[in-house]
């Protein structure tokens, strides 16, 4: 069975710092999808990036990238340039590249604040 | 667009009680899930649904039933509600084509047992 961790429980930088969260993953398997999840106090889960396992290429949306490390089963998310509403929980997840149900599993979360 | 739709999205129940979640998406997806969310553990899959007619059982399933007899509604009951169920419970769907399409989430029933 995918396991995620994500050993940071909480986190707290400056407004317009850069900070990393950390997320590792146990699989057997070579295709799958790691993602980024954001959810604010509105209890909202927003997708905040995605990457696939056959892409070296790191993914990227704006501020918001990740360090793929697929041997080191490593997926870490950079935030620069922090901003107050970047405050959330954050989970890392991983989903198999198959057929059938898409089920994700999630980290156990970090709660990032960003602080004036 | 309302996407998917959960009800309620506040309940308390007394132990011994029943009641029954409702998520309803109107996206034609085929796929559904069930999560619960727990501090420090994240988000665990209860139960989920490849199409109409058809549920499986998820990492976290005792104490749980479902049904999906609608394409668009996926209904989560709890026959006998323990206080080891308070939790936030989220649905979701997904296209359910060849590959990844995508997880549209609802915005979550806090549910509190007593």
């Known amino acids: 069975a995918q396991t995620v961790t994500q050993s940071q429980p909480e986190m707290s930088v400056q407004e317009a710092e850069t900070v990393t969260l950390s997320c590792t993953y146990d699989?057997?398997?070579?295709?799958?999808?790691l993602f980024w999840y954001k959810q604010p106090p509105s209890r909202q889960m927003i997708l905040v990036i995605r990457q696939e396992a056959y892409k070296q290429q790191n993914a990227t949306e704006n501020r918001f990238s990740v360090n793929f490390q697929k041997a080191a089963k490593s997926f870490s998310l950079k935030i620069s340039d922090s901003q107050l509403g970047d405050t959330a929980m954050y989970f890392c997840a991983f989903m198999k590249h198959a057929q059938g149900a898409q089920k994700l599993v999630f980290g156990q979360g970090t709660r990032l604040t960003i602080n004036p | 667009n309302a996407g998917v739709t959960q009800t309620p999205k506040f309940r308390v129940l007394k132990t011994g009680q029943s009641m029954t979640l409702l998520c309803a998406q109107d996206m034609n997806h085929e796929y559904m899930y069930w999560y619960r969310q727990d501090p420090g553990m994240g988000l665990r899959l209860i139960h989920y649904s490849v199409g109409e007619g058809t549920t499986a059982k998820g990492e976290v399933p005792d104490g749980y039933n479902v049904s999906r007899l609608k394409k668009q509604n996926f209904l989560l009951g709890l026959e006998s509600a323990a206080p080891s169920q308070t939790s936030v419970y989220f649905c979701a769907s997904s296209r359910g084509d060849r590959g990844y399409t995508g997880y549209t989430f609802g915005s979550g029933t806090r549910l509190t047992v007593v």
């Open positions: 699989t057997s398997e070579n295709n799958y999808y």
